[in-house]
């Protein structure tokens, strides 16, 4: 069974979560970590949401704080060829017959490591038959309270290669960023500003599936580079690249309200960053909350190959990003 957020159920009969939450705390910043999956629950700072948060009784919806591997975002009709062999995968976005975000988060990781500010999950993943590539995962959650440039959340995901034959291998994560009032609300009211240290975009056809090269984002709509700008009615599902990055080597997404800001960086190895405005979601959610999600690949890299990381049997690679807030008061 394959749910609609891509994770392959392996405790209970209907893939029910498991009820587990790991509460991290450090100074003014508090985070929830959920073991199925290894998704992030909640993360806030001085009582303010810092990412749309969910519970174990609600799940995450439209994907929200979920780890995405072995490959992020889509894989265009929901197969690929890996080295001279064709694979199929199960669909589990029906619109765009595609198969989206992974194979991991619904699936119940192990507790490796655990204190009051930090939390190691680790899976064994065994493989599927459209991705019979066994990994083995480790997702390190930490929260940092002083004024260092690495304060707020840090998550570190490595993955090995346990098999014997090389793996293709992406990674991404999911997080939708908030300032607490919808995101269209502040958009209408002058009240936010969006920053993305990215200085082009990928086109994509109908179905998200990249179309073509990525293309300069300069004097266009997606131009979200610094200082940034409202973002207006512009809608975002989309990958940018050419990522400029700070003397640390991360690249970042800024959102910016009346007295916060919240900021994701993306470190080295982190090639892409997938923006993603709400619109296509109903009801309240409506334009409710900003997914910026950093990624190792663009979509559908299964296919083209573009920056798809191969993993050697044995070998491993290791990622890391981090959200943090600032005030502007």
């Known amino acids: 069974m394959i749910s ?3 994770g392959v159920p392996d405790h209970g009969e209907k893939g029910e979560r498991v009820a587990e939450v790991f509460e991290l705390r450090a ?4 985070a929830r970590v959920d073991r199925t999956g290894a998704g992030l629950q909640a993360l806030s700072w001085r009582g303010h949401d810092l990412v749309w948060p969910y519970t174990r009784q609600s799940g995450p919806i439209a994907s ?3 780890l995405l591997a072995p490959w992020p975002n889509r894989v265009a009709s929901a197969r690929y060829t890996f080295q001279g062999t064709e694979y199929r995968l199960d669909v589990n976005d029906p619109e765009t017959g595609s198969a989206i975000h992974g194979l991991v988060s619904e699936v119940a990781w192990s507790t490796q490591e655990r204190s009051e500010e930090d939390v190691t999950l680790r899976l064994d993943f065994p493989g599927t038959p459209g991705y019979p590539f066994p990994l083995e995962l480790t997702a390190a959650y930490r929260l ?6 690495a304060h707020g959340l840090t998550v570190t995901v490595t993955a090995r ?9 992406g990674l991404g994560f999911h997080p939708y960023l908030t300032l607490g009032a919808p995101f269209r609300d502040l958009v209408e009211r002058g009240e936010v500003r969006l920053e993305a240290t990215a200085g082009s975009r990928q086109p994509a056809d109908a179905t998200l599936v990249p179309v073509g090269d990525p293309v300069p984002v300069s004097g266009t709509e997606y131009d979200l580079r610094p200082p940034g700008r409202n973002p207006g009615t512009t809608q ?4 940018f690249t050419d990522l400029d990055r700070d003397s640390d080597g991360r690249a970042w997404v800024r ?3 009346p007295d916060h800001r919240v900021c994701l960086w993306a470190g080295r190895g982190y090639g892409w960053l997938q923006l993603f405005s709400s619109d296509s979601l109903g009801g309240d959610l409506h334009r409710a909350h900003l997914a910026a999600e950093p990624m190792t690949c663009p979509p559908d890299a299964l296919n083209s190959g573009t920056d798809l990381i191969v993993l050697a049997p044995g070998e491993s690679v290791e990622h890391t990003f981090g959200i943090l807030a600032e005030s502007l008061g």
Do not use: H, I, M, V
């Not at 100074?27 to 508090?30: A, K, L, V, W």
């Not at 290669?161 to 291998?169: F, H």
């Open 4 to 6: 609609r957020f891509g």
């Open 27 to 30: 100074g003014e910043y508090r």
């Open 64 to 66: 929200q704080g979920q």
């Open 144 to 149: 940092t309270a002083d004024a260092s440039a």
């Open 161 to 169: 290669n346990t098999g014997d034959s090389d793996a293709p291998y």
């Open 236 to 239: 975002l599902d989309t990958a």
């Open 255 to 257: 959102l910016s309200g």
